[in-house]
C-alpha cells in the first residue's frame, strides 16, 4: 500500500470539502475556492475533519495514481488555508523589478523593461529591487507564473546574472583563460 496515499487528510476548521459526481472535488476555506476533478477509480471518503483516499485494487496504474490523489487533494487543503509562495532573486548591474499597480516591471537587461500582469488568483510582491515573491492559492498556477517569470531571462552559468529561485543553486563555469 503507497504510504502517501494510505496517510489521511485532516481538515481544518473553517474549510469544507465536497466530493461530487464524477470525483469533482471542491474545497473551500478563508483564502478561497478550488475545484479540480480527480482520477474517478480512486475512493475520496471525506469523515469528520478526515479525508481518506482509498484505491479499487493493486494494479499499477491504481498503485500510481493513489498517492498522486492524496497529494493533488492535500495541496487543494493547504491552498485554501495558507497558500503557496515562490521566491525569485534577481542577479545582475542594473537588473531590479518594481511593483506598478497589478504589473510586476523588470529590468532586464533588454533594451526594452519587461511587464508582467498579475492574474486573478496570483498576485506577486517586491519587497526589494532584487527580490520577487509569487503567491495564490494554487501550487500548480503559482510553480507556473514563477517558472514564467524566470524564463523572460534565466541565470546563465558565468557570472550568475539572471533570475533564479531562492533555493536554486546556479552551477558555475570557468570561463576563457588568457593565452600565453
Not at 483564502?31 to 482520477?39: N, W, Y
Not at 525569485?88 to 504589473?103: C, F, P, Q, S, T
Amino acid at each position: 500500500m503507497s504510504r502517501i496515499g494510505r496517510a489521511p487528510i485532516t481538515v481544518p476548521a473553517g474549510v469544507e470539502i465536497k466530493v461530487g459526481q464524477g470525483n469533482e472535488v471542491t474545497v473551500k476555506g478563508p483564502k478561497g475556492t478550488l475545484t479540480q476533478t480527480l482520477d474517478p477509480n480512486m475512493t475520496i471518503e471525506v469523515e469528520g475533519g478526515v479525508v481518506h483516499v482509498k484505491r479499487p485494487d493493486d494494479e499499477a496504474m491504481s498503485r500510481s495514481i493513489h498517492g498522486l490523489t492524496r497529494t493533488l487533494l492535500n495541496n487543494m487543503v493547504v491552498g485554501v488555508t495558507e497558500g503557496f509562495s515562490k521566491t525569485l532573486e534577481i542577479n545582475g548591474v542594473g537588473y531590479r523589478a518594481a511593483k506598478e499597480g497589478k504589473n510586476l516591471v523588470m529590468n532586464l537587461g533588454y533594451s526594452h523593461q519587461v511587464t508582467v500582469p498579475d492574474t486573478e488568483d496570483i498576485t506577486t510582491e517586491v519587497p526589494n529591487p532584487n527580490q520577487v515573491i509569487v503567491k495564490g492559492i494554487d501550487k500548480q498556477k503559482v510553480g507556473q507564473f514563477a517558472a514564467d517569470v524566470r524564463g523572460k531571462r534565466p541565470p546563465e552559468p558565468y557570472k550568475g546574472k539572471g533570475i533564479k529561485y531562492a533555493d536554486e543553486v546556479i552551477i558555475r563555469k570557468e570561463g576563457k583563460t588568457g593565452a600565453k
